[in-house]
């Protein structure tokens, strides 16, 4: 099988139509037809539907793209590497994700260390949730990501392997000139009539959880579309919010913290492909754990 057949069946399933594909790769859309009819007679099996709105792939189709995409993920990453040998060393980049909290500030550090130590090398941070950077871990998109088990949780995979950092204490980010900046930790219960704004599921479900505990409630009024969108509704005196404790040091100059009674906590780990791992991924895990040491 020609992988370029493979990436053309991975296009139409992402983007859901044959012309946007074809579009995209610039191949005809009768071509796009061709290739997916011909990866269709060599399994055997029917891999797209067609519908009103588009083609979506079949039940047999949706396992094959999976198993696709980790495919070309791999033959990518043998190009690259092919690529970018020189005199016998192997100068491979270093693809490392991280949540937005922890890519404020301790995952670029800790690249540094890694650097200081290694030596230049070409290196680049993704920013994202757990859940999508498990998913480009375990496809071979990342050599390295640093997750969180906040709520939904982190899932097994047998095509990972998770290491753990360390605890994080969530604080409550205030604007400045706020009535309980700078004061010793707080109960929730002071907090409970402030409108609350969040970013994410995760953040809003350890709000919740701990509110709940103490028996009142956070009234979560408001959303933000990202981290820099949240503080920037706290900053602006709309509402207070519930932050990562690794994001104080990283945190803009018009916001300031509290620290909770008891506060909710969330696991640090990171994950790393157990196959192909990249020479530089144990040592990064030990400089991030002596961060958060």
């Not at 496809?139 to 709520?151: K, Y």
């Not at 509402?239 to 990283?250: F, R």
Request: charged fraction near 20%.
């Amino acid at each position: 099988m020609e992988l370029t057949v493979w990436r053309t069946f991975v296009t139409v399933c992402r983007l859901g139509s044959l012309s946007a594909a074809a579009a995209e790769l610039h191949h005809t859309q009768s071509a796009v037809s061709r290739q997916i009819a011909g990866l269709e007679r060599e399994l055997g099996v029917v891999l797209i539907r067609r519908h009103a709105r588009g083609v979506r792939p079949t039940a047999a189709g949706e396992v094959f793209r999976h198993h696709a995409v980790a495919t070309l993920n791999e033959a990518d990453r043998a190009v690259r590497a092919a690529r970018e040998a020189h005199d016998g060393v192997l100068a491979r980049p270093l693809a490392v994700g991280a949540t937005p909290s922890l890519a404020a500030g301790i995952v670029p550090g800790a690249v540094r260390d890694l650097l200081e130590r290694t030596g230049p090398r070409r290196w680049s941070l993704l920013p994202g949730l757990s859940a999508h950077l498990h998913r480009r871990v375990s496809t071979g998109g990342l050599d390295l990501a640093v997750v969180t088990d906040a709520p939904p949780g982190l899932s097994p995979d047998p095509r990972v392997e998770r290491r753990f950092l360390g605890l994080d204490d969530m604080v409550v980010v205030l604007p400045v000139g706020h009535p309980r900046a700078g004061r010793d930790p707080v109960p929730i219960q002071e907090l409970a009539d402030q409108t609350w704004v969040e970013d994410n599921d995760g953040s809003a479900a350890l709000l919740e959880q701990h509110a709940a505990r103490a028996g009142v409630d956070a009234r979560i009024d408001l959303s933000a579309a990202d981290l820099p969108g949240k503080l920037a509704m706290v900053a602006t005196g709309h509402a207070v919010a519930l932050v990562p404790g690794v994001l104080t040091g990283a945190l803009r100059a018009d916001v300031t913290t509290v620290p909770l009674v008891d506060p909710p906590t969330r696991g640090i780990y990171t994950i790393t492909p157990r196959r192909d791992t990249h020479p530089c991924a144990p040592l990064l895990h030990d400089l991030l754990a002596a961060a958060f040491a």
